[in-house]
């Protein structure tokens, strides 16, 4: 059986490590077929290098090209001019990367390239109204940029949308989208008595979880607080912190100063998250901003309670599952007592789980399609 030509999409991302879009652009990969849309991924970051998917996503038959350096935005340019005439053509260029990703699908434009899509993962917002002087600069650019180079706006949840295309969102056509998870992976048996003896998790006692790297925004050393206080007010109890990052020698210095040694457990990145979701009793996700976590959905899928910032997108909340929000502002003790509660409530899957990989996937490739016929190669789009 003859194919025809494969759409050609370039996919951009920051470093390959493992992470929200990190694994779902690994996990849409696996889903799609190379004869119908070729995909690529191109990392576009300050330090370019190699990630932890790098092998897995080459292992996909795609192509992962370690973008220029974001440091100096005119030698970032010309590289990713140079690097999309080297690579290409491709139908579709496709931003994961926010504010910078408006730099870059205007050059994909002048590059010829028909589709440019950004898609809002985050909601930034609130810090970017505190933007001042360069800052505020940077994004006034990146925003002009990205109105003259996008022709597809896609956004995680309406927040994200408002973070990244403004408060006309609605107005500009952005597509609200639901990011799949795989599903597979969290319907696995597991030998939960093993897992925790692997990780040094003692029987008996519950696991406070979160997943996600080791950023600023993950807000970790508020989860420590929120652990201290639930040992003081609710007893023995471990912290499993799943992801690397920046922050880890912050957050080990914190756990040291805590008295938390012993109690508080950092397995750096896990290829084997929904594994290990099955080791914990309750998630703590504490972000002070987010577009739509994947592993926060994927936590739910899991069954596992969940106690999460109260602000954050009422989409990440699956039907059924027990999910538990509450203010930042509230403090250790009111999250630690919320903690105990979830705990005391016990799993509970959602009764309805439409985020799967392959239904997303599908919908991804029938948005492609229909963009490259409605912009032909040679036009500018909109």
Not at 174 to 198: F, M, N, S, Y
Not at 265 to 287: I, W
Request: hydrophobic share 45%; with cysteine.
């Amino acid at each position: 059986m003859t194919h025809p030509k494969p759409l050609r999409v370039l996919h951009l991302t920051g470093t390959l490590d493992r992470g929200g879009i990190e694994t779902w652009l690994v996990n849409l990969l696996a889903q799609v077929d190379r004869r119908e849309v070729a995909m690529d991924v191109m990392t576009v970051t300050a330090q370019p290098g190699p990630g932890s998917y790098d092998e897995q996503v080459r292992a996909l038959g795609a192509r992962v090209i370690h973008g220029p350096s974001t440091r100096n935005p005119l030698t970032f340019a010309l590289g990713f001019l140079r690097l999309l005439r080297r690579s290409g053509p491709y139908d579709v260029v496709h931003s994961h990367i926010h504010h910078f990703g408006g730099l870059a699908l205007l050059l994909a434009r002048l590059a010829g390239v028909p589709v440019r899509v950004a898609t809002s993962h985050s909601d930034t917002g609130r810090l970017d109204r505190q933007a001042r002087n360069g800052r505020y600069a940077y994004l006034t650019l990146m925003r002009a940029a990205l109105d003259l180079g996008v022709t597809h706006r896609l956004a995680v949840s309406r927040e994200a949308a408002r973070a990244l295309f403004g408060p006309a969102w609605q107005e500009r056509g952005t597509q609200l989208v639901r990011l799949g998870i795989d599903l597979r992976p969290l319907r696995e048996p597991v030998k939960v008595g093993a897992v925790r003896a692997e990780l040094g998790l003692p029987p008996g006692e519950p696991v406070i979880g979160h997943v996600g790297q080791l950023r600023p925004e993950k807000n970790h050393a508020f989860l420590l607080e929120v652990f201290a206080a639930y040992l003081r007010r609710h007893g023995p109890a471990h912290l499993l912190l799943v992801g690397d990052g920046e922050e880890r020698p912050a957050i080990e210095a914190r756990v040291a100063a805590l008295g938390l040694d012993g109690r508080v457990h950092l397995p750096g990145s896990r290829p084997d998250v929904p594994r290990l979701l099955q080791a914990m009793d309750v998630f703590v996700f504490p972000s002070t901003f987010e577009g739509l976590s994947l592993s926060l959905l994927e936590a739910q899928a899991a069954g596992l309670p969940c106690v999460v910032s109260a602000h954050l997108t009422p989409e990440g909340h699956l039907a059924g599952a027990t999910y538990l929000p509450v203010p930042l502002t509230s403090g250790p003790d009111v999250w630690a007592d919320a903690v105990a509660q979830a705990l005391a409530a016990g799993r509970r899957r959602p009764t309805t789980l439409d985020f799967d990989i392959a239904t997303n996937a599908r919908a991804l490739v029938d948005l492609y399609r229909e963009a490259v016929a409605a912009h032909p190669a040679g036009g500018n789009g909109s």
